[in-house]
C-alpha cells in the first residue's frame, strides 16, 4: 500500500543533542510538509518542500532544519532540542499544495 | 488571512448518540474543506473533504456539507460508536491565497458504552 512512513515512532535525545526525524514516502506526492504538534493542539506547520523548493514558515526557529535528498525521503534536524521541542512530529505529503493531505504516524520526541 | 474555528470540547456522548462537531472558517478565495481524525498516539487520516459549495462529504457514516453562505462545515453522524473516540480537525486550504492547510484547534470526542 502507498504510503508516508515515519522512523523512529519513539526518540528520546538530551538537552542539546542533535536529532534526526525521517520521513519516506511512496505516493510520489510533490509536495512535503513537517509538522510539530504539542499534546491538545493542532499541528503547527514547520516548513514544506515543493519538489527541491524549500518553504519555511515565518516563526518556525532555527533550530529547526530540513532535507529532501529525493522524492521519496524527507528528514527534520534539530540542532539542539531544547525541553519545549518535546513533541509528536508529523510527516504528511500532497500531491500539489491544495490536495488533501497524507499523514504519517508521527514520531514522538522525549527531551531529557 | 485565513481561519478555521471549532466547537470547543471535549464532547462526551453515549453509544449510538448523534454527534455534531461545528466548524466555521473565514477564507479570501474558495476553499478546499477537510475533516481530519487523530486516534491517540497515532497521525492525522483524512476522514471526509468537500471542494466546492454545496458539496457532500461523506465517509464512515461521517457527514459534512460545505455551505458557503454560512461559511460552515459542520461534521455530523447519526450514531456513534465507542471507536470513534478521538480528535477531530477541520481544516482548509485555500491556493488562491497562497497559502497551504489551516487547520482548527481540534474536538475531543468521547463516546461512553
Known amino acids: 500500500d502507498a504510503m508516508v512512513i515515519q522512523n523512529p515512532r519513539y526518540q528520546v535525545t538530551q538537552f542539546g543533542k542533535p536529532v534526526t526525524l525521517s520521513c519516506s514516502q511512496t505516493l510520489n506526492h510533490n509536495v512535503m510538509y513537517w509538522y510539530q504538534q504539542k499534546s491538545s493542539q493542532a499541528p503547527k506547520l514547520l516548513f514544506h518542500?515543493?519538489?527541491?523548493?524549500?518553504?519555511n514558515e515565518a516563526d518556525t526557529p532555527d533550530n529547526f532544519q530540513s532535507r529532501r535528498p529525493n522524492t521519496s525521503f524527507c528528514f527534520l534536524d534539530i540542532r539542539s532540542p531544547g525541553l519545549g521541542d518535546a513533541a509528536m512530529y508529523l510527516c504528511?505529503?500532497?500531491?500539489?499544495?491544495?490536495?488533501?493531505?497524507?499523514f504519517g504516524p508521527g514520531t514522538r520526541l522525549t527531551v531529557l | 488571512g485565513n481561519s478555521v474555528t471549532q466547537m470547543e470540547g471535549p464532547v462526551t456522548l453515549s453509544e449510538e448518540a448523534f454527534l455534531t462537531i461545528n466548524c466555521t472558517y473565514t477564507a479570501t478565495g474558495y476553499p478546499s474543506l477537510f475533516w481530519y481524525v487523530q486516534y491517540p498516539g497515532e497521525g492525522l487520516q483524512l476522514l471526509l473533504k468537500?471542494?466546492?459549495?454545496?458539496d457532500k462529504g461523506s465517509n464512515k457514516g461521517f457527514e459534512a456539507t460545505y455551505r458557503k453562505e454560512t461559511t460552515s462545515f459542520h461534521l455530523e453522524k447519526g450514531s456513534v460508536q465507542v471507536s470513534d473516540s478521538a480528535v477531530y480537525f477541520c481544516?482548509?486550504?485555500?491556493?488562491?491565497?497562497?497559502?497551504?492547510?489551516?487547520f482548527g484547534p481540534g474536538t475531543r470526542l468521547s463516546v461512553l458504552p
Open positions: 481544516a482548509l486550504s485555500d491556493q488562491s491565497y497562497g497559502q497551504n492547510f489551516v
Open positions: 468537500a471542494t466546492k459549495a454545496d
Open positions: 504528511a505529503t500532497s500531491r500539489d499544495h491544495d490536495n488533501e493531505q497524507f
Open positions: 518542500y515543493y519538489d527541491k523548493d524549500f518553504n
